[in-house]
């Protein structure tokens, strides 16, 4: 029969039963209970560190997810929505005077979608939109190498706007971004690009309106011919950055 003795011998905690052979072992009892506890201390900084990366994995994890979310969310936004071009109906201050179909300014090629609108300017001072427009369709008398170049519409010193190629067919104009852009001329009085406050305007409402037609954003999708190969055009946008800025503003507040 055991008694309390051998009872306590063989059920104390661990720990206590190695203390009382460390005291055999001839060292200190309080120096071997320290060192178990840094082991004990040791173990706890083991859980904390797999803990810690168990965490990370979990973040990790979720994170992966939400970039997914986010890379499929933004892909809807970056898709065109599907836009019957022909359907679009002018408004009756835009005069429709086509030029006639032609290799240089009037291909006939159908746009498949629209994804922006792009500014320029004339470049020859006090022109109309009426003559901007007659110069284009006068291209198709050429033969052999000429000159390509048109635009959708023309806004004039006066205001006045002329649509001088439909909106589903391609125009020349901005190259590189003719088969996805929509390219709007304007008339100045003189070499420095500036606007007559009646050309600025209409070219604000015009912008505006294809942004709704088009569904385009202004701050993001209208651009000056500039941004798209670095040419001086439209020379008044160019060379006075806040004016531009100022333009996108407008069309913004019109929409
Ligand atoms: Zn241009």
Redesign the pocket.
């Known amino acids: 029969m055991r008694d309390e003795g051998d009872y306590t011998e063989y059920y104390v905690p661990s720990d206590k039963k190695k203390d009382g052979r460390a005291g055999i072992s001839g060292r200190k009892p309080d120096e071997k209970k320290s060192r178990k506890a840094a082991g004990r201390r040791d173990s706890e900084t083991g859980e904390w560190a797999l803990m810690t990366v168990i965490w990370l994995i979990v973040l990790l994890i979720f994170m992966g997810i939400g970039i997914g979310i986010g890379w499929c969310l933004w892909g809807k936004e970056e898709e065109r929505p599907d836009i019957d071009l022909k359907a679009i109906e002018a408004p009756s201050w835009i005069q429709q005077d086509f030029i006639r179909k032609n290799i240089y300014s009037r291909p006939a090629v159908s746009l498949e979608q629209v994804n922006g609108i792009v500014i320029?300017?004339v470049a020859n001072p006090g022109t109309t939109a009426k003559n901007n427009r007659d110069y284009f369709d006068s291209l198709a008398d050429q033969t052999g190498d000429g000159t390509s170049v048109s635009a959708h519409f023309i806004v004039g010193l006066e205001g006045e706007i002329i649509q001088a190629v439909p909106i589903s067919e391609m125009a020349y104009?901005?190259k590189g971004r003719n088969d996805d852009t929509i390219s709007i001329e304007s008339c100045h009085p003189d070499e420095s690009g500036r606007y007559e406050q009646a050309t600025y305007d209409s070219m604000v409402k015009l912008t505006a309106w294809l942004c709704r037609e088009l569904e385009l954003n202004p701050k993001k999708d209208v651009i000056r011919?500039y941004d798209e190969g670095g040419?001086i055009?439209?020379k008044y946008f160019v060379e006075h950055e806040d004016a531009w800025k100022q333009f996108l503003e407008d069309v913004a507040d019109a929409m």
């Open positions: 320029h300017y104009a901005t011919h040419k055009c439209p």
